[in-house]
């Protein structure tokens, strides 16, 4: 079949859009690539349909857990045969899935990074046909990127065991830097990149100065109707704000990493069928995001870097209709973005002073502890020792890339179940259909289940029910009230490995790579953040894609600096004309607004006029169309 073949059979789609077909086109070829793809872009598509004209098993290599399972859901429903394994399988359910894999049961397995350097992992691996290795998010194996893993790092050790086989290495975010450093972290043989214009020209973006960030959120919720997504800094002011935007009549919800997997997954999909408005979210929100009419995305807090903000203000108008990125600054932000810094990158001394800390904490004598893991709790640390706690979380981050503890915050555990009825005694039990139906899935699905817990699968389960995560988790609950089973839910724990024998907190050693020049980098993101949130002149989009190495070949027209330079183009009483003459298009021509665009005036001013007419509520936005409040 050809690659067209395979994409219309499985996505039912005539044709390929973007720069999806030469990527294929490159992977097809056996080509090492790097596919540089913005936000909505598609990129799933372009390992996925070369994968399926291969011979062999694609390696999908991803940080993101919960979509790694969306992926495989997908996929599953599409007919195509994947599986994951993450942390907290049991050993034998990763031995199965590898087993199925050498044996062609899967064409796609997606896997963390960590799991890359489990012995267990690479001795199967040695055995399967691999057909392609997809590397997801590749600008965490950069030192210089904004979001560096040294988990991706393993990802070099596992080519030298496949040679031959070509790698894909995808990500919406990277400077011309660290673009080079990911071909080279990946050994690509020869420079490869293919990129899409990241310049998108239905997006407005708009940077406000206000002393009421509140205020100022619901007037431009008020002026641009439709779904929305609102960022803030931490999980205390999603719940603040989604309340504050409730009382004032705009349906919302909050989402952050700390709410129960059941949770967050029935708020995105609420959210994303349209019973909430707006979600109010941390930066936990946002990956694998199927949305494509978000009008408005919204930052109450200054990102970090350039590169997070443009992917998080990306998930606005991915269908291709005027939305809108604004980003709320207020005199105080300044001081608080530089504090970032200092917590971020805390003295030595105190990076120091937590390492021997950790030590007394875990009971671990020096020379002690290699590959020795603890559950942590950064909450319980922190306070039985009197330490600040983002600094407390920052040092244990630079402690893991300097090589000497694995900190991971959030790692998933699989849920549990075990059967403490007996088989003769479940016959015996009547119960509602859907609990009838959940039993015997789960029977069917895992055996061994009555003599020891089994890792389950919450959403395989779903998906064959016919419920949601919601339904099945008070159904489980229900049953072990009964005393039929004993159930533990899906769960993120913390967990620290000492990755060496502990040292003499004086003796570690900081690698000028990994603190100060780091150190040096973090600032200079937060520069860049800061220039374009100060710029009082240039064009917002051009600002964004020098960032990241493209050059704009003409202003946008539609950010609030090139507004402003129009606006003061307009003489005296020639705004007022343009208005009055677009609201008679809108009268005469109610279903045909783009007649405004033949009125006698300069195109940029016609544009700068609507937007001030929607900003003032003479014209309001719905569906990404423009029209009268009285339509």
Sequence with gaps: MTYLEILKQYWGYDSFRGIQEQIIESIGQGRDTLGLMPTGGGKSITFQVPALAMEGVCLVITPLIALMKDQVRILRDHGIKAAAIHTGMKRDDIIAVMENCLFGGYKFLYVSPERLSSDLFRTKLRHIKVSLITVDESHCISQWGYDFRPSYLNIADIRKELPGVPVLALTATATPQVTDDIQDKLGFPEKNVIRMSFFRENLSYVVRRTENKLSELKHILDRVPGSGIVYVRNRAETKEVSDYLNAQDIPSTFYHAGLDPTVKDERQKAWTAGRYRVVVATNAFGMGIDKPDVRTVIHMDIPSSIEAYFQEAGRAGRDGLRSYAVLLHSPGDKRTVSKRISDTFPKEE??????????????????????????????????????????????????????????????????????????????????????????????????????????????????????????????????????????VPERRTPVITWTRERVESGKLFFDPEVYRQRKEEFKER?????????????????????????????????????????????????REAIMADILDTFHTCPDDPQKVWSLPYNRNKIDTVLHYMVAEGHLLMKDGKLMTGHD
């Design 350 to 487: 105190f990076i120091r002073d937590v390492y021997e800390k950790l030590g007394y904490f875990h009971e671990m004598a020096v020379g002690d502890g290699r590959g020795c893991t603890y559950p942590f709790s950064l909450g319980e640390f922190c306070q039985h020792f009197s330490l600040p706690v983002i600094p407390t979380d920052s040092a244990l981050r630079i402690l893991t890339r300097m090589g000497y503890l694995d900190y991971v915050d959030e790692m998933e555990y699989s849920a549990r179940l075990l059967f403490t009825a007996g088989r003769d005694e479940l016959y015996r039990l009547h119960q509602d259909r859907v609990t009838e139906d959940v039993m015997n899935i789960i029977l069917r699905l895992y055996s061994g289940i009555f003599t020891d817990y089994a890792y389950i699968d919450e959403q395989l389960i779903c998906s064959r029910a016919g419920i949601d995560r919601h339904q099945l988790y008070t159904t489980l609950i229900n049953l072990q009230s009964q005393g039929i089973v004993r159930y």
């Design 526 to 574: 937060i520069g860049a953040m800061m220039e374009y949130v100060t710029r009082e002149t240039g064009c917002r989009s051009a600002i964004l894609l020098r960032y990241f190495g493209e050059h704009q070949q003409r202003p946008c027209m539609c950010c609030d600096l090139c507004q402003e330079k129009v606006e003061g183009q307009l003489m005296r009483g020639e």
